[in-house]
Protein backbone atom coordinates (compact mmCIF):
# COMPACT_ATOMS: atom_id res chain seq x y z
CA UNK A 1 0.00 0.00 0.00
CA UNK A 2 1.14 3.29 -1.18
CA UNK A 3 0.30 7.13 -0.38
CA UNK A 4 1.67 10.29 -2.17
CA UNK A 5 4.01 12.47 -0.28
CA UNK A 6 0.97 15.06 0.21
CA UNK A 7 -1.22 11.86 1.67
CA UNK A 8 1.32 11.49 3.97
CA UNK A 9 1.65 15.23 5.53
CA UNK A 10 -2.45 15.20 5.08
CA UNK A 11 -2.39 13.31 8.35
CA UNK A 12 -3.85 14.84 11.17
CA UNK A 13 -1.26 15.44 13.96
CA UNK A 14 -0.73 13.11 16.39
CA UNK A 15 -1.84 9.68 14.23
CA UNK A 16 0.70 8.32 13.02
CA UNK A 17 1.20 7.52 9.02
CA UNK A 18 0.33 4.21 7.14
CA UNK A 19 4.18 2.36 7.09
CA UNK A 20 4.81 -0.12 4.69
CA UNK A 21 4.63 -3.29 6.64
CA UNK A 22 6.29 -5.43 4.38
CA UNK A 23 8.92 -3.39 3.58
CA UNK A 24 9.95 -2.92 6.88
CA UNK A 25 9.42 -6.65 7.95
CA UNK A 26 11.66 -7.89 5.01
CA UNK A 27 14.24 -5.10 5.70
CA UNK A 28 14.29 -6.02 9.72
CA UNK A 29 14.22 -9.82 8.63
CA UNK A 30 17.54 -8.92 6.61
CA UNK A 31 19.36 -6.95 8.96
CA UNK A 32 18.58 -9.72 12.07
CA UNK A 33 19.78 -12.70 9.47
CA UNK A 34 23.16 -10.82 8.14
CA UNK A 35 23.83 -8.85 11.90
CA UNK A 36 23.44 -12.85 13.16
CA UNK A 37 25.54 -14.14 10.23
CA UNK A 38 28.60 -11.65 11.01
CA UNK A 39 28.23 -12.38 14.85
CA UNK A 40 28.43 -15.94 14.31
CA UNK A 41 31.10 -16.41 11.49
CA UNK A 42 33.51 -13.02 11.98
CA UNK A 43 34.07 -10.47 14.76
CA UNK A 44 31.35 -7.94 17.20
CA UNK A 45 32.84 -5.17 15.99
CA UNK A 46 31.68 -5.97 12.28
CA UNK A 47 28.38 -6.45 13.87
CA UNK A 48 28.30 -2.77 14.84
CA UNK A 49 29.87 -1.26 11.70
CA UNK A 50 26.87 -3.23 10.22
CA UNK A 51 24.58 -1.26 12.69
CA UNK A 52 26.58 1.57 12.23
CA UNK A 53 25.73 1.15 7.74
CA UNK A 54 22.20 1.08 8.46
CA UNK A 55 21.73 3.91 10.84
CA UNK A 56 23.77 5.86 8.02
CA UNK A 57 21.67 4.73 5.20
CA UNK A 58 18.38 5.92 7.61
CA UNK A 59 19.88 9.11 7.69
CA UNK A 60 20.67 9.46 3.81
CA UNK A 61 17.27 8.68 3.37
CA UNK A 62 15.35 10.43 5.72
CA UNK A 63 17.29 13.46 5.51
CA UNK A 64 17.44 13.28 1.01
CA UNK A 65 21.29 13.65 2.01
CA UNK A 66 22.34 14.19 -1.58
CA UNK A 67 25.60 15.77 -2.30
CA UNK A 68 24.53 15.24 -6.21
CA UNK A 69 21.42 17.30 -5.82
CA UNK A 70 22.73 19.85 -3.35
CA UNK A 71 25.48 21.04 -5.62
CA UNK A 72 23.12 21.02 -8.34
CA UNK A 73 20.73 23.25 -6.71
CA UNK A 74 23.17 25.78 -6.09
CA UNK A 75 24.67 26.05 -9.49
CA UNK A 76 20.94 26.07 -11.50
CA UNK A 77 18.65 28.15 -9.18
CA UNK A 78 21.53 29.44 -6.27
CA UNK A 79 19.70 27.29 -3.18
CA UNK A 80 22.16 26.86 -1.43
CA UNK A 81 20.59 24.95 1.48
CA UNK A 82 21.92 21.24 0.61
CA UNK A 83 25.54 22.73 0.49
CA UNK A 84 25.56 24.26 3.28
CA UNK A 85 24.32 21.06 5.09
CA UNK A 86 27.60 19.84 3.39
CA UNK A 87 29.80 22.45 4.78
CA UNK A 88 28.25 22.34 8.60
CA UNK A 89 29.03 18.10 8.08
CA UNK A 90 32.76 18.81 7.03
CA UNK A 91 32.72 21.14 10.10
CA UNK A 92 31.70 19.18 12.46
CA UNK A 93 33.34 15.66 11.40
CA UNK A 94 36.61 17.47 11.31
CA UNK A 95 35.66 18.23 14.77
CA UNK A 96 35.38 15.11 15.91
CA UNK A 97 37.63 13.00 13.94
CA UNK A 98 40.76 14.77 13.54
CA UNK A 99 41.86 14.81 17.28
CA UNK A 100 41.20 10.73 17.35
CA UNK A 101 43.39 10.42 14.00
CA UNK A 102 45.94 12.46 15.27
CA UNK A 103 46.57 10.47 18.56
CA UNK A 104 43.61 10.97 20.44
CA UNK A 105 42.87 6.84 20.29
CA UNK A 106 45.44 4.95 19.81
CA UNK A 107 45.04 2.26 16.26
CA UNK A 108 43.03 4.52 14.60
CA UNK A 109 44.70 6.42 10.90
CA UNK A 110 42.80 9.23 8.98
CA UNK A 111 41.66 8.73 5.43
CA UNK A 112 44.98 9.74 3.43
CA UNK A 113 46.10 9.43 -0.32
CA UNK A 114 48.18 11.10 -2.80
CA UNK A 115 47.86 14.30 -4.53
CA UNK A 116 48.59 14.05 -8.61
CA UNK A 117 47.37 13.56 -11.97
CA UNK A 118 45.47 10.55 -10.87
CA UNK A 119 43.17 12.09 -7.83
CA UNK A 120 42.58 15.44 -10.21
CA UNK A 121 41.65 13.40 -13.33
CA UNK A 122 39.28 10.90 -11.54
CA UNK A 123 37.43 13.22 -8.86
CA UNK A 124 36.62 15.16 -12.10
CA UNK A 125 35.38 12.32 -13.77
CA UNK A 126 33.54 11.44 -10.82
CA UNK A 127 31.79 14.27 -10.55
CA UNK A 128 30.79 14.48 -14.07
CA UNK A 129 29.58 10.92 -13.62
CA UNK A 130 27.06 11.54 -10.46
CA UNK A 131 25.30 14.28 -12.17
CA UNK A 132 24.26 11.92 -15.17
CA UNK A 133 23.99 8.63 -12.74
CA UNK A 134 21.41 10.72 -10.52
CA UNK A 135 23.76 10.27 -7.36
CA UNK A 136 27.08 9.85 -5.68
CA UNK A 137 28.35 6.38 -4.01
CA UNK A 138 26.26 7.39 -1.20
CA UNK A 139 23.55 8.54 -3.43
CA UNK A 140 23.41 5.40 -5.25
CA UNK A 141 23.09 3.13 -2.75
CA UNK A 142 20.82 4.60 -0.67
CA UNK A 143 18.61 5.30 -3.23
CA UNK A 144 18.62 1.47 -4.55
CA UNK A 145 18.25 0.62 -1.07
CA UNK A 146 14.80 3.04 -1.62
CA UNK A 147 14.28 0.50 -4.31
CA UNK A 148 14.21 2.96 -6.75
CA UNK A 149 14.97 0.86 -10.74
CA UNK A 150 17.22 3.70 -12.63
CA UNK A 151 19.59 3.49 -9.57
CA UNK A 152 20.26 -0.30 -9.71
CA UNK A 153 21.57 0.70 -13.26
CA UNK A 154 23.84 3.07 -12.33
CA UNK A 155 25.03 0.85 -9.40
CA UNK A 156 25.63 -2.06 -11.70
CA UNK A 157 27.76 0.07 -14.40
CA UNK A 158 29.62 1.76 -11.17
CA UNK A 159 30.89 -1.59 -10.33
CA UNK A 160 31.65 -2.50 -13.78
CA UNK A 161 33.65 1.22 -13.77
CA UNK A 162 34.93 0.00 -10.97
CA UNK A 163 36.78 -2.87 -11.88
CA UNK A 164 38.03 -0.98 -14.92
CA UNK A 165 39.63 1.33 -12.85
CA UNK A 166 41.53 -1.36 -11.15
CA UNK A 167 43.22 -2.24 -13.63
CA UNK A 168 43.95 1.65 -14.71
CA UNK A 169 44.74 2.75 -11.48
CA UNK A 170 48.78 1.93 -11.11
CA UNK A 171 49.11 3.36 -14.04
CA UNK A 172 47.41 6.81 -13.28
CA UNK A 173 49.39 6.59 -10.16
CA UNK A 174 52.80 6.26 -12.04
CA UNK A 175 52.00 10.13 -13.81
CA UNK A 176 53.17 12.87 -11.53
CA UNK A 177 51.93 12.99 -8.20
CA UNK A 178 53.05 13.22 -4.58
CA UNK A 179 52.87 11.10 -1.17
CA UNK A 180 49.72 12.33 1.06
CA UNK A 181 49.51 16.07 3.06
CA UNK A 182 48.16 15.82 6.04
CA UNK A 183 47.45 19.06 7.72
CA UNK A 184 48.02 17.90 11.51
CA UNK A 185 50.90 16.88 10.71
CA UNK A 186 52.40 20.34 9.91
CA UNK A 187 50.09 22.73 11.67
CA UNK A 188 48.59 20.08 14.45
CA UNK A 189 45.37 18.61 15.16
CA UNK A 190 44.05 22.04 16.45
CA UNK A 191 45.82 23.79 13.99
CA UNK A 192 44.82 22.07 11.23
CA UNK A 193 40.70 22.26 12.38
CA UNK A 194 41.24 26.03 12.35
CA UNK A 195 42.59 26.27 8.51
CA UNK A 196 39.75 24.14 7.39
CA UNK A 197 37.26 25.82 9.46
CA UNK A 198 38.03 29.29 7.96
CA UNK A 199 37.96 27.60 4.55
CA UNK A 200 34.67 26.04 5.09
CA UNK A 201 33.05 29.40 6.74
CA UNK A 202 34.74 30.93 3.64
CA UNK A 203 33.02 28.65 1.19
CA UNK A 204 30.05 29.15 3.32
CA UNK A 205 30.09 33.61 2.67
CA UNK A 206 30.67 32.52 -0.93
CA UNK A 207 27.87 30.34 -1.09
CA UNK A 208 24.89 32.54 0.96
CA UNK A 209 26.46 35.66 -1.51
CA UNK A 210 25.77 33.82 -4.79
CA UNK A 211 22.61 32.77 -3.22
CA UNK A 212 21.53 35.73 -2.40
CA UNK A 213 22.38 37.50 -5.74
CA UNK A 214 20.21 35.32 -7.55
CA UNK A 215 17.20 34.57 -5.39
CA UNK A 216 17.27 37.54 -3.62
CA UNK A 217 17.76 36.10 -0.45
CA UNK A 218 19.41 33.33 1.72
CA UNK A 219 17.70 30.58 2.84
CA UNK A 220 17.97 29.18 6.21
CA UNK A 221 16.69 25.75 5.68
CA UNK A 222 19.01 23.50 7.80
CA UNK A 223 16.60 22.96 10.31
CA UNK A 224 13.54 23.23 8.23
CA UNK A 225 10.80 20.72 8.85
CA UNK A 226 7.12 19.92 8.79
CA UNK A 227 6.04 21.42 12.35
CA UNK A 228 2.79 20.05 12.37
CA UNK A 229 4.08 16.55 12.79
CA UNK A 230 5.54 15.12 16.17
CA UNK A 231 9.58 14.79 16.38
CA UNK A 232 9.12 11.02 16.96
CA UNK A 233 7.36 10.54 13.78
CA UNK A 234 9.56 12.94 12.17
CA UNK A 235 12.10 10.52 13.49
CA UNK A 236 10.54 7.63 12.51
CA UNK A 237 9.21 8.61 9.02
CA UNK A 238 10.83 11.90 7.87
CA UNK A 239 11.68 13.89 6.32
CA UNK A 240 14.55 15.27 8.54
CA UNK A 241 15.87 18.43 8.42
CA UNK A 242 19.29 18.47 7.26
CA UNK A 243 21.09 19.11 10.19
CA UNK A 244 19.74 16.31 11.68
CA UNK A 245 20.94 14.14 9.65
CA UNK A 246 24.33 15.84 8.84
CA UNK A 247 24.72 15.43 12.91
CA UNK A 248 24.32 11.07 12.31
CA UNK A 249 26.54 11.24 9.57
CA UNK A 250 29.53 12.75 11.28
CA UNK A 251 28.92 10.87 14.41
CA UNK A 252 28.55 7.60 12.20
CA UNK A 253 31.61 8.45 11.18
CA UNK A 254 33.50 8.94 13.78
CA UNK A 255 32.01 5.44 15.40
CA UNK A 256 33.21 4.13 12.06
CA UNK A 257 36.66 5.18 13.14
CA UNK A 258 36.67 3.73 16.43
CA UNK A 259 35.26 0.56 15.12
CA UNK A 260 37.56 0.09 12.06
CA UNK A 261 39.89 1.86 12.93
CA UNK A 262 39.79 4.58 9.66
CA UNK A 263 37.22 6.95 8.32
CA UNK A 264 33.77 5.42 6.34
CA UNK A 265 34.41 4.67 3.11
CA UNK A 266 31.70 3.05 0.19
CA UNK A 267 32.92 2.63 -3.05
CA UNK A 268 36.40 0.18 -2.68
CA UNK A 269 33.46 -2.53 -2.11
CA UNK A 270 31.84 -1.82 -5.32
CA UNK A 271 35.10 -3.07 -6.57
CA UNK A 272 35.72 -5.70 -4.26
CA UNK A 273 32.38 -6.93 -6.08
CA UNK A 274 32.69 -6.53 -9.31
CA UNK A 275 35.95 -8.25 -8.91
CA UNK A 276 34.73 -11.11 -7.22
CA UNK A 277 32.03 -11.43 -9.92
CA UNK A 278 34.85 -11.28 -12.55
CA UNK A 279 36.36 -14.07 -10.78
CA UNK A 280 33.48 -15.86 -11.04
CA UNK A 281 32.83 -15.74 -14.50
CA UNK A 282 36.70 -16.48 -15.10
CA UNK A 283 38.67 -13.87 -14.89
CA UNK A 284 41.66 -14.12 -12.73
CA UNK A 285 41.39 -11.29 -11.22
CA UNK A 286 44.95 -12.17 -8.13
CA UNK A 287 47.45 -11.26 -11.32
CA UNK A 288 46.23 -7.67 -11.74
CA UNK A 289 48.42 -5.41 -9.84
CA UNK A 290 45.32 -3.28 -8.00
CA UNK A 291 44.70 -6.50 -6.07
CA UNK A 292 48.48 -7.91 -5.63
CA UNK A 293 48.11 -5.15 -2.92
CA UNK A 294 48.16 -6.59 0.71
CA UNK A 295 44.52 -4.94 1.50
CA UNK A 296 42.91 -5.55 -1.87
CA UNK A 297 44.86 -9.06 -2.27
CA UNK A 298 43.43 -9.89 1.82
CA UNK A 299 39.61 -8.95 0.88
CA UNK A 300 39.34 -10.85 -2.85
CA UNK A 301 40.61 -13.64 -1.01
CA UNK A 302 38.47 -13.77 2.27
CA UNK A 303 34.96 -13.13 2.51
CA UNK A 304 32.95 -10.10 2.28
CA UNK A 305 31.40 -10.95 5.95
CA UNK A 306 35.05 -9.61 6.95
CA UNK A 307 35.67 -6.98 4.65
CA UNK A 308 34.67 -3.08 6.59
CA UNK A 309 33.17 -1.01 3.79
CA UNK A 310 30.61 -4.35 2.31
CA UNK A 311 29.58 -4.67 5.33
CA UNK A 312 28.50 -1.34 5.89
CA UNK A 313 27.51 -0.99 2.66
CA UNK A 314 24.59 -4.05 3.16
CA UNK A 315 23.89 -2.46 6.39
CA UNK A 316 22.93 0.82 4.58
CA UNK A 317 21.19 -0.56 1.90
CA UNK A 318 19.33 -1.97 4.42
CA UNK A 319 18.67 0.84 6.56
CA UNK A 320 17.88 2.73 3.39
CA UNK A 321 14.80 0.06 2.94
CA UNK A 322 13.92 -0.22 6.44
CA UNK A 323 13.33 4.40 6.18
CA UNK A 324 11.51 4.25 2.50
CA UNK A 325 9.36 1.53 4.16
CA UNK A 326 9.08 3.26 7.27
CA UNK A 327 8.17 6.55 5.19
CA UNK A 328 5.85 4.33 2.93
CA UNK A 329 7.74 5.59 0.01
CA UNK A 330 9.77 2.04 -1.21
CA UNK A 331 10.05 2.44 -4.82
CA UNK A 332 8.41 5.62 -5.39
CA UNK A 333 11.58 6.67 -7.26
CA UNK A 334 11.00 4.14 -10.14
CA UNK A 335 7.08 5.36 -10.78
CA UNK A 336 8.23 7.21 -14.23
CA UNK A 337 8.95 4.69 -17.39
CA UNK A 338 12.74 4.47 -18.17
CA UNK A 339 13.36 6.41 -21.48
CA UNK A 340 16.51 5.66 -23.20
CA UNK A 341 18.24 8.27 -22.65
CA UNK A 342 18.03 8.56 -18.70
CA UNK A 343 18.85 4.60 -19.11
CA UNK A 344 22.15 6.35 -21.11
CA UNK A 345 23.26 8.83 -18.95
CA UNK A 346 22.68 6.15 -15.99
CA UNK A 347 25.25 3.89 -17.60
CA UNK A 348 27.59 6.72 -18.33
CA UNK A 349 26.75 8.49 -15.41
CA UNK A 350 28.03 5.35 -13.34
CA UNK A 351 30.66 4.05 -15.19
CA UNK A 352 32.41 7.25 -15.25
CA UNK A 353 31.74 7.41 -11.10
CA UNK A 354 32.77 3.68 -10.48
CA UNK A 355 36.60 4.73 -13.27
CA UNK A 356 36.83 8.30 -11.33
CA UNK A 357 36.06 6.71 -7.99
CA UNK A 358 39.25 4.03 -8.15
CA UNK A 359 41.32 6.97 -9.57
CA UNK A 360 39.90 9.66 -7.19
CA UNK A 361 40.90 7.02 -4.17
CA UNK A 362 36.96 7.11 -3.48
CA UNK A 363 33.65 9.26 -3.25
CA UNK A 364 32.13 12.23 -1.86
CA UNK A 365 32.31 9.78 1.34
CA UNK A 366 35.51 8.04 1.22
CA UNK A 367 37.61 10.55 -0.42
CA UNK A 368 36.00 14.22 0.45
CA UNK A 369 34.11 14.06 3.36
CA UNK A 370 36.26 10.82 5.03
CA UNK A 371 39.87 12.93 3.58
CA UNK A 372 39.08 16.15 4.78
CA UNK A 373 36.95 14.94 8.68
CA UNK A 374 41.17 13.91 8.62
CA UNK A 375 42.60 17.18 7.58
CA UNK A 376 44.18 16.04 4.39
CA UNK A 377 44.92 18.13 1.29
CA UNK A 378 43.29 15.02 -1.05
CA UNK A 379 39.85 15.80 -0.12
CA UNK A 380 39.73 19.52 -0.97
CA UNK A 381 41.37 19.09 -4.52
CA UNK A 382 38.52 15.98 -4.84
CA UNK A 383 36.24 18.31 -3.83
CA UNK A 384 37.35 21.04 -6.25
CA UNK A 385 38.23 18.87 -9.25
CA UNK A 386 34.38 17.19 -8.26
CA UNK A 387 32.80 20.47 -8.39
CA UNK A 388 34.67 21.60 -11.70
CA UNK A 389 33.42 18.04 -13.33
CA UNK A 390 30.05 18.34 -11.71
CA UNK A 391 29.53 21.73 -13.72
CA UNK A 392 30.12 20.27 -16.62
CA UNK A 393 27.62 17.40 -15.83
CA UNK A 394 24.64 19.74 -14.94
CA UNK A 395 25.25 20.90 -18.26
CA UNK A 396 25.39 17.66 -19.95
CA UNK A 397 22.18 16.69 -18.15
CA UNK A 398 19.63 18.29 -20.38
CA UNK A 399 21.15 16.05 -23.33
CA UNK A 400 20.14 12.87 -21.75
CA UNK A 401 16.52 14.35 -21.23
CA UNK A 402 17.11 15.16 -17.01
CA UNK A 403 16.20 17.94 -15.53
CA UNK A 404 18.19 20.27 -13.70
CA UNK B 1 -4.05 2.00 -3.14
CA UNK B 2 -1.92 0.42 -5.90
CA UNK B 3 0.94 -0.90 -4.71
CA UNK B 4 4.23 0.40 -6.21
CA UNK B 5 6.61 -2.78 -6.76
CA UNK B 6 5.92 -6.43 -6.87
CA UNK B 7 6.58 -8.03 -3.27
CA UNK B 8 7.68 -11.24 -4.74
CA UNK B 9 10.92 -9.52 -7.03
CA UNK B 10 11.81 -7.69 -3.45
CA UNK B 11 11.69 -11.39 -2.06
CA UNK B 12 13.51 -13.02 -4.60
CA UNK B 13 16.34 -10.23 -5.02
CA UNK B 14 16.74 -10.22 -1.43
CA UNK B 15 17.07 -14.39 -1.40
CA UNK B 16 19.31 -13.51 -4.50
CA UNK B 17 21.76 -11.53 -2.63
CA UNK B 18 21.58 -13.51 0.58
CA UNK B 19 22.83 -16.32 -1.56
CA UNK B 20 25.41 -14.80 -3.09
CA UNK B 21 26.97 -13.45 0.69
CA UNK B 22 26.80 -17.39 1.41
CA UNK B 23 28.50 -18.51 -1.62
CA UNK B 24 31.06 -16.12 -1.36
CA UNK B 25 31.49 -16.77 2.57
CA UNK B 26 31.27 -20.50 2.23
CA UNK B 27 34.37 -20.58 -0.36
CA UNK B 28 36.17 -18.24 2.11
CA UNK B 29 39.42 -18.59 4.69
CA UNK B 30 37.04 -17.19 7.16
CA UNK B 31 34.52 -19.91 6.60
CA UNK B 32 37.20 -22.89 6.40
CA UNK B 33 39.12 -21.05 9.82
CA UNK B 34 35.63 -21.41 11.58
CA UNK B 35 35.28 -25.05 10.40
CA UNK B 36 38.75 -25.64 11.62
CA UNK B 37 40.19 -26.51 7.91
CA UNK B 38 42.80 -24.61 8.60
CA UNK B 39 43.14 -21.51 6.58
CA UNK B 40 43.20 -17.87 8.32
CA UNK B 41 41.12 -15.27 8.70
CA UNK B 42 41.84 -11.50 7.75
CA UNK B 43 39.52 -9.74 10.09
CA UNK B 44 41.73 -6.90 9.96
CA UNK B 45 42.41 -6.18 6.44
CA UNK B 46 43.99 -2.77 7.12
CA UNK B 47 47.20 -2.26 5.81
CA UNK B 48 48.74 0.55 7.79
CA UNK B 49 51.73 1.10 5.18
CA UNK B 50 49.32 1.98 2.29
CA UNK B 51 48.91 5.28 0.90
CA UNK B 52 45.57 5.07 0.65
CA UNK B 53 42.32 3.18 1.56
CA UNK B 54 42.38 1.51 -1.91
CA UNK B 55 45.62 -0.33 -0.29
CA UNK B 56 47.87 1.92 -3.29
CA UNK B 57 51.21 2.98 -2.23
CA UNK B 58 52.63 6.09 -1.95
CA UNK B 59 54.42 7.50 -5.34
CA UNK B 60 57.44 7.97 -3.44
CA UNK B 61 57.52 4.11 -2.79
CA UNK B 62 56.72 3.81 -6.34
CA UNK B 63 59.50 5.56 -7.65
CA UNK B 64 62.05 3.01 -5.97
Not at chain 1, 156 to 166: A, E, K, R
Not at chain 1, 319 to 340: E, I
Amino acid sequence: MTVSTAQVTAEPAGKFPKIDRFIVSVSLLGMALLASLIWLETAPFLVGLFFVGALLGIALYHGAFGFTAGWRNWVVSGNGTGLRAQLFLLGLACLLIVPVVSGGIEGTAGTIAPVGVSLVVGSFLFGFGMQLGGGCGSGTLFTVGAGNLRMVLTLVFFIFGSVIGTLHLPFWLDAPGTDPIQLAASLGPWGAIALQWAVLAGLWWLIGRREKRMTGKTSHGLLERDRSVSVVRTLLTGRWPFLWAAVVLAVGNLLTVILSGTPWGVTFAFALWGAKIAQFIGFDMTQVEFWTWDYGALALRDSLLVNVPSVMNFGLLLGAMLAAGMANKYNAGSQNPLVWRSVLAAVIGGSLMGYGARLGFGCNIGAMFSGIASASVHGWIWFASAFVGSLLGIKARPHFGLGN
Amino acid sequence: MEQMYKRWRVVVIMIAILVAVMADHLRSPTFAFNMGQGGQTTLMQRDLGACAPCGAPCPSARKE
